[in-house]
């Protein structure tokens, strides 16, 4: 493939850390567009740091703004970029405003569309990317679903069987590569004077949450009650919510730091007793760190680790109690996690969604059947 053939448009960080191994497998052939949908320039600058680098990096540096400004923007500058370096694929990622305007540029060029973590559903129609996965799956050419169930659901809405194809989520690659060495991790939770499985790590930033002052406040007042410390990575809009709502006295009883660059945060999680997150890619995380996780949300897209990895809780007592279950024997329910297999499957998710891209490429009459891939089902 010529140089930036494949072009990866992306705008926060969990999309460019779980498209890393596909901008490692492409190389020069990959292209990176990142339009700034959220931006921390020190955050930023860690991941970059951390991937390998593509054919060309191109920085629109749109910002923040109303959704709705925020895609049209994101669309409109997509466009005039695809019009100057004409792109043979795109592929976007997940369920962002960045991997919709990406979707949109790239039909509204004609240009073929991959979905990577296609068909994931909640069915909670109050959730923006909701909204936007549906409509990228629905536009693209190539759905790659991160597991059989995520194929039933494009299956079950129409999506024609040979624009389908099971891979797995390259969440899985991306950690395994970036987690650190025990060693390393103990060291690291060590400067913040912790113990391993002796703290809860939350982190919360969804707009369910933190834009709603009661939500928000029981949040941490039931995070503040834990019997174990509770390390609280600040993510900015909590930080802004938390200072307009006048709630910075519930931060006294936990430990808040800054924001971890990725190989921190999975020091931090591999290490701690439970997690408590309101965070989609958390929830794949731990069940190959096989940590347990108390989803703090209304709904999920990844209902793949209920009963497992995760429970489902909205704020309130049974956010509490969950993580108390939790803390009752840490060590044993550590010890049984280990022996459950992650619903996202093993191997290398990236090498086939490369496959399945190169094959797109070059057969208009691409069909998935040909690739094969070790995923646990329920079947």
């Known amino acids: 493939m010529r140089k930036g053939a494949i072009t990866m448009v992306c705008g926060t960080r969990p999309e460019l850390i779980k498209l890393a191994p596909l901008i490692r497998r492409f190389g020069q052939a990959a292209a990176v567009v990142y339009t700034g949908q959220h931006y921390d320039r020190s955050m930023y600058s860690r991941i970059r740091a951390d991937i390998a680098e593509p054919g060309s990096f191109h920085e629109l540096g749109l910002g923040g703004g109303r959704r709705g400004?925020?895609?049209g923007n994101a669309v409109a500058a997509l466009d005039?970029?695809?019009a100057q370096e004409p792109p043979d694929v795109v592929i976007v990622q997940g369920d962002t405003t960045s991997a919709l305007a990406g979707a949109l540029a790239?039909?509204?060029?004609?240009v073929p569309l991959v979905h990577v973590e296609a068909g994931l559903r909640s069915y909670d129609r109050a959730m923006p990317e909701e909204h936007n996965r549906v409509?990228?799956?629905h536009l693209a050419d190539l759905c790659c679903a991160p597991t059989a169930l995520n194929r039933a659901n494009l299956l079950g809405e129409g999506?024609?069987?040979d624009r389908i194809v099971v891979t797995g989520n390259t969440v899985v690659e991306a950690l395994e590569e970036a987690l650190p060495s025990a060693a390393e991790s103990r060291k690291l939770i060590a400067s913040h004077g912790l113990l391993a499985d002796g703290y809860v790590l939350a982190t919360v930033h969804r707009p369910e949450n933190v834009d709603c002052r009661d939500n928000l406040e029981t949040i941490l007042g039931d995070l503040a009650a834990l019997p174990l410390p509770v390390v609280l990575p600040l993510h900015p809009r909590t930080a802004k919510q938390v200072a307009a709502f006048g709630l910075d006295g519930l931060l006294a009883g936990v430990r808040v730091i800054?924001?971890?660059?990725?190989?921190?945060?999975?020091?931090?999680?591999r290490w701690a007793a439970v997690l408590?997150?309101?965070s989609g890619g958390v929830q794949e995380e731990v069940s190959v760190l096989k940590r347990p996780v108390v989803v703090v949300r209304r709904s999920t897209e990844r209902p793949e680790i209920e009963g497992t990895f995760g429970t489902l809780v909205p704020p309130g007592p049974r956010m509490r109690a969950?993580?108390?279950?939790w803390l009752d024997d840490v060590s044993g329910h550590r010890a049984r996690l280990a022996g459950i297999a992650s619903p996202y499957g093993t191997g290398s998710p990236s090498g086939l969604i490369e496959a399945a891209v190169r094959q797109m490429v070059s057969d208009t009459r691409f069909a998935s059947p040909t690739l094969e891939f070790q995923l646990v089902t329920d079947g």
């Open 69 to 71: 400004s925020q895609l």
């Open 80 to 82: 005039a970029h695809f």
């Open 106 to 110: 790239a039909n509204a060029n004609d």
């Open 135 to 137: 409509a990228i799956d």
């Open 159 to 161: 999506v024609a069987a």
């Open 258 to 269: 800054e924001p971890q660059s990725y190989k921190d945060f999975l020091s931090l999680a």
């Open 276 to 278: 408590v997150s309101d």
């Open 322 to 325: 969950e993580v108390l279950r």
